[in-house]
């Protein structure tokens, strides 16, 4: 028997576990004996269509979510974004629910025009120096600092020094879109 066969018999009893069900109560409602199941839940008794089909509609599940899910490459497989001197390198997938990024800020001889947009972004100075103006204050961070600020406030980042400045950046989608894909 497969692996993945051995796992169904698991993943039953996990559905039936969360639901405060015996062996005896699930088996009932499915119209099959206790030791049927018991012996499924074992991965000793290879699972059929025919015997998980009434357990899952009692359960409420689909047989699908019996069987694990299948592993996809855990890899970050994106295009780097370069705009305006800046380096965006993704580091999550594209439907991530939040976007971190790795962002190269370049040194600037003028500062740049403050935005604001939707979200919330958080960073990480990863090395060099960089400046935040946010709203009517301006902030240097160095490398291991940290910050966080609602996007609406206006903004704008810089790197100072001499050198670029790589900042580890996350953002919800409103942020990563006016990140990514709109003109500076």
């Known amino acids: 028997m497969s ?4 796992e169904v018999g698991a993943r039953l009893r996990a559905q039936r576990n969360a639901r405060g069900w015996t062996l005896d109560e699930l088996a009932s ?6 030791s049927t199941l018991s012996r ?3 991965g000793k008794r290879q699972a059929s269509l025919e015997l998980l089909i009434p357990l899952t509609r009692q359960l409420g599940i689909r047989v699908d979510d019996l069987l694990p899910a299948e592993q996809s490459d855990p890899r ?4 780097v974004v370069r705009r305006g001197g800046h380096v965006m390198v993704p580091l999550t997938a ?4 939040i976007h971190t990024y790795k962002i190269t800020y370049p040194v600037l001889t003028s500062p740049p025009v403050q935005k604001t947009h939707d979200g919330y972004e958080w960073l990480f100075v990863l090395s060099g120096r960089l400046r935040l103006h946010l709203g009517d204050s301006e902030f240097t961070l160095k490398r291991g600092e940290a910050a966080e600020f609602d996007t609406r406030t206006p ?3 810089w790197a100072l020094g001499g050198r670029s400045a790589e900042v580890l950046s996350i953002f919800n989608d409103s942020g ?3 990140h990514t894909r709109t003109n500076e």
Request: overall charge neutral.
């Open 3 to 6: 692996e993945e066969l051995r």
């Open 29 to 34: 409602r499915a119209n099959m004996s206790a």
């Open 40 to 42: 499924l839940e074992a």
């Open 76 to 79: 970050i497989r994106r295009p």
């Open 94 to 97: 594209e439907h991530a629910p």
């Open 155 to 157: 903004h704008a980042m």
């Open 176 to 178: 990563e879109r006016i």
